[in-house]
């Protein structure tokens, strides 16, 4: 089985540019390097010479033009060899098709305009995983969390992983969807970590709690005696941010004006600062997120259209914790090891019907509540097996896990009205405190004052 010195490539690209580019790097790294024009010749030269890895464009200009080309080359290719290595080569609105063509069975796909290194390392590691195969070792082709912390075995967060190791080194834009406490900002660190900007700044912004009259001076920065108490020139947070990655946290939340102003400075990658006529130039990476239903939100003409198009170049959904009962195990022994070494205890066990409870939770506020959950039986529990008891969840906590298992009553009462009355009622129970109440409710402090602003509370 070969290693990189004495493997063969074959790389199938219309352009010849990117032929070129890719012989010139590739050849003093590996024994052979076939470049072919036409993928009409591909499965010819396949019954002609045996490959190690095949780097295979996902975009020719050929009359399929189904915009699946690669993926149709990719079925013809594995058809013939069912252990052929494909990597596939694409460009940044296809990541989606790419993350796709993974579960058709390509090796791994690069996105174009590559990084040298990023495209040796890709190249290596499906050697490997070819020669771990060849050796029957396929504990080696599960795919790893790397150095991040994002913790999860079930599919949604295997993708999640896969999809940031791709996208975290290049420039795309990214969207991540998901409800409260999924893991959002946990995601949008790691996309700047695993980035070419990580020794740049991570500036995060929660948009939800900006005004209308903060935002421009908070995002774009202030000259002195722009305003009455500007006292100094100050920088906003994308000029922070400068050569490293923006996180807007809550975009949804922002206003008509918000948006078109926000709109302008991502079309021209520029900022006014307030009471200044001079444009700043600014380079940023943006990572947005939102748990709205954004697209609900544009149909209503609630969120500009052309403003997701500018974010959005690549979205990651995070499912809630519900959705992947498999994870909340390996969540809670976290977390417990966690708050365990915190609190100066031993690293608790759970008994198995607390792990049954807990697996039947709802977990509305997703990994946020049982992190908090863990983190208050540690501290309460008697003794060193957590027993169910030690997790009790107020009754909003306890809604019902199925649809067909609801409560619905026979006047429908507005979604938004239980919330209020949910609100008030874990508000009353800690007698107002903002903290505990946020924490009950698996919300961070700014999203329950944002619920509390909207219902007038
Ligand atoms: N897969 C995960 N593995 C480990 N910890 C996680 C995971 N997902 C979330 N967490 C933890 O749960 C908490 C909530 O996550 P995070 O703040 O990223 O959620 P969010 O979706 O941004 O929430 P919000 O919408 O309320 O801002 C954090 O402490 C985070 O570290």
Redesign the pocket.
Known sequence: MATAKNARVLVVDDETDVLFALKMLLKTEVKEVVTEKNPDNLLGLLERQKFDVIFLDMNFKSALNTGNEGLFWLRQVLEKDKDASVILITAYGDVELAVRSLKEGAADFIVKPWHNEKLLETLHQTLDKRQQKAKGNTAATAKSAGST????QSDA?QE?LYKIEKIAPTEANVL?L????????????ALHEKSFRASKPFVSV?MGALTDSLFESELFGSKKGAFTDAREDRAGRFEAANGGTLFL??IGNISPAMQAKLLTVLQNRQVTPLGSNTPVPVDIRLVS???EPIYELAAHNQFRKDLIYRINTVEIT?PP?RQRHG?VE??AR??AAVYAQKNHKAAPDFAPETLQKLKQHNWP????E??HAVERAIILAENNVLQPQDFSFSPMEMAPVTPAAAYIPETPVPLSEIERETIVRVLEKNKGNISRTAKEL???R??LYRRLNKHDI
Not at 365 to 368: A, I, P, S, W
Request: glycine share 14%; no cysteine; hydrophobic share 40%.
């Open positions: 912390t994002i913790l999860g967060i999640v991540i998901g409800e409260n406490g999924t893991g959002k900002e946990l995601v949008a660190r929660d946290d809550e997120a939102t748990n995070l914790l994870d390996l969540l976290h977390f506020g997703n990994v946020r049982l992190q698996g919300l961070t700014t999203a």
